[in-house]
């Protein structure tokens, strides 16, 4: 057994495979936390993550609850937060964006950022699709 899959297996957290699966356990969550793992064989931070993500969960005990997308999930999450970075954590509150926290961090860098989402008063606003919106220029005489 890999730890990511000793997530799921030996610690309980829910395996999201697609967005009714993430409504369903988001919705019953005051706070959550959802990992998005990638292949840890291209992206070897995932299993440092995968190992810090229950210490979150007993730091922060009873003000988030863990999820784990699995990884073709992940990558669709990944795009409708714009995502760029492996491995991530996204965290939402009732299923509403809270930020995420991309690669493996310094632990008090954690710590401060997972507070700041928990603490906050409202839901952020979700990053969009990541297409920047140029206008085309004027030609000459157009009014």
């Given at each position: 057994?890999?730890?990511?899959?000793?997530?799921?297996?030996?610690l309980?957290?829910?395996?999201?495979?697609?967005?009714?699966?993430?409504?369903?356990?988001?919705?019953?969550?005051?706070?959550?936390?959802?990992?998005?793992?990638?292949?840890?064989?291209?992206?070897?931070?995932?299993?440092?993550?995968?190992?810090?993500?229950?210490?979150?969960?007993?730091?922060?005990?009873?003000?988030?609850?863990?999820?784990?997308?699995?990884?073709?999930?992940?990558?669709?999450?990944?795009?409708?937060?714009?995502?760029?970075?492996?491995?991530?954590?996204?965290?939402?509150?009732?299923?509403?964006?809270?930020?995420?926290?991309?690669?493996?961090?310094?632990?008090?860098?954690?710590?401060?950022?997972?507070?700041?989402?928990?603490?906050?008063?409202?839901?952020?606003?979700?990053?969009?699709?990541?297409?920047?919106?140029?206008?085309?220029?004027?030609a000459?005489?157009?009014?």
């Amino acid at each position: 057994m890999n730890l990511i899959d000793r997530l799921t297996a030996d610690l309980g957290y829910p395996l999201l495979t697609d967005q009714a699966s993430l409504e369903a356990f988001a919705a019953t969550q005051e706070n959550s936390v959802v990992f998005l793992p990638a292949n840890p064989q291209h992206y070897p931070e995932t299993l440092d993550v995968a190992i810090v993500l229950p210490e979150f969960v007993k730091v922060f005990s009873g003000r988030m609850t863990a999820g784990v997308a699995d990884m073709n999930f992940a990558k669709e999450l990944a795009a409708k937060y714009s995502i760029t970075e492996w491995p991530a954590l996204l965290f939402l509150r009732h299923g509403e964006y809270l930020g995420t926290i991309t690669r493996m961090r310094n632990w008090d860098v954690y710590l401060s950022k997972i507070n700041a989402f928990l603490s906050s008063s409202v839901p952020a606003k979700a990053p969009g699709i990541g297409i920047p919106v140029v206008g085309a220029p004027l030609a000459a005489g157009c009014h």
